[in-house]
């Protein structure tokens, strides 16, 4: 486990790279957007297929978001800020920006300007990229921009992120296994994919309860902090979601 960089991710000073980081060649960038095209593709045909088999490459998506998600906390000996911030604190760049080097996009990672936010002219054509994997295929494309993603985190004191400092699973003391990471939000609150937007508690409560908004009929996947990923009802008492989202609350969250 490497604890050579800091984790506390400042664009103000020195920001930490992926122990797994190579250097980054014109070819590598070529392949990276032709795996992004294809993978567009593939998202179009989940997209018009049977809803079995969007939610089953939907929870696809969410199990690779989980290993990226472990992967990088084997690095930097911690899980991902919500968001980097400047040295003023504004918001610069999401988790999902963050973990992009374990999600087989280093070109993408390399090319991304981190030192300026998301939103920045530098970085427009970055944002404005279709990740299928940060894209459920149930997703409505009439709706939701293609470069949206309804895959929130957890942000919340007591959550599995933190805004702006790096989570050590220490601190999850209900076990990861007991613990939201990633969300499915209904379609009206998917957010552009380079945005540090996420989900605080309230937006999680609704997110797992009745909603005729969401993507799959039923309920939702949730991304678990073990990599496990769980198709919640929304019939989930709202006791047991509340204790789902705290990372230390002692309650009790088995048997959902």
């Known amino acids: ?92 760049h999401s988790w999902r920006t963050l973990i992009l080097p374990y999600l087989d996009q280093l070109p993408l990672y390399n090319s991304i300007d981190l030192t300026k936010p998301w939103d920045d002219p530098v970085n427009s054509e970055f944002r404005e990229l279709s990740l299928p994997v940060y894209r459920c295929p149930s997703l409505p494309s009439r709706d939701c921009p293609t470069n949206h993603t309804n895959y929130l985190a957890s942000v919340a004191p007591n959550g599995f992120f933190r805004p702006t400092e790096p989570r050590q699973q220490s601190e999850i003391t209900d076990g990861l296994a007991n613990t939201l990471a990633v969300v499915e939000v209904p379609f009206d609150h998917s957010v552009p994919w380079m945005s540090p937007q996420d989900a605080d508690e309230a937006l999680v409560l609704l997110s797992i309860g009745p909603n005729p908004k969401l993507v799959h009929t039923g309920g939702q996947h949730s991304l678990l902090g073990d990599g496990a990923v769980r198709f919640l009802s929304e019939k989930l008492p709202t006791a047991t979601r509340r204790a789902l989202i705290s990372i230390d609350g002692g309650d009790d969250a088995h048997g959902f």
């Not at 593939?42 to 696809?60: I, N, Q």
């Open 1 to 92: 486990m490497s604890t050579s960089a800091d984790p506390e991710l400042n664009p103000g000073n020195d920001t930490p790279q992926p122990t797994r980081r190579f250097g980054c060649t014109f070819w590598l960038i070529l392949a990276g957007m032709g795996f992004v095209g294809v993978l567009f593709l593939l998202s179009e045909v989940f997209r018009d297929s049977h809803p079995a088999t969007r939610r089953l490459a939907c929870k696809g998506n969410l199990k690779q978001i989980g290993l990226a998600l472990l992967n990088y906390h084997d690095d930097f000996d911690a899980f991902p800020p919500a968001y980097t911030v400047d040295v003023n604190g504004k918001p610069l």
